[in-house]
């Protein structure tokens, strides 16, 4: 898929369920909109195929983690990190990486995943059915720009990381602002 498919597009409407600690520090399930993380802010999103996954835990998440101050500071109010994986899952992968800036979403029933298309058959894995590797710039709901790993469009037994890391979204927001 062309990175011009999704931009100008809105964000699928989805609802996350996620586990998250309340005021006590005990662990609450919540219900999170896309439209609490997307209505009137700019968001950088990125999808990966799956928690404590090599590249995802070694470069992709630790990448935006590393950087997110830079980000905050060319205008993101948030960076979110998106795979098709349950809150347990995504929980325990933020805490084993030190993850502490980067929100992690679970998108454990591919609703998001599908909404934006961007759903992939990974069975050559084990994986079943997973989100392709982008990151995309989210601005009041509307995908602003796009960054897709090549290969989709063959469902590419690869897993590319040449486009949705940090460096290009950087690189992209500093000479767009």
Known sequence: MDSSALEGKK????TFKIR???DAGEYQWRDITTDDIF???KIVMFALPGAFTPTCSSTHLPGYEEK??????LGIDHTYCLSVNDTFVMNAW??????DKVRLLPD???EFTRGMGMNVKKENLGFGERSWRYSVLVEDGEIKKA????GFEDNCEEDPFEVSDVDTMLKYLKENS
Request: hydrophobic share 30%; net charge negative.
């Open 39 to 41: 209505k009137g802010k």
């Open 68 to 73: 997110f101050d830079e980000l905050k500071e």
């Open 94 to 99: 933020g805490k084993d990486l030190g993850a």
């Open 20 to 22: 998250a600690k309340d």
């Open 11 to 14: 964000v699928p409407q989805t």
């Open 147 to 150: 960054f897709i790993e090549p």
């Open 108 to 110: 454990g029933n591919l």
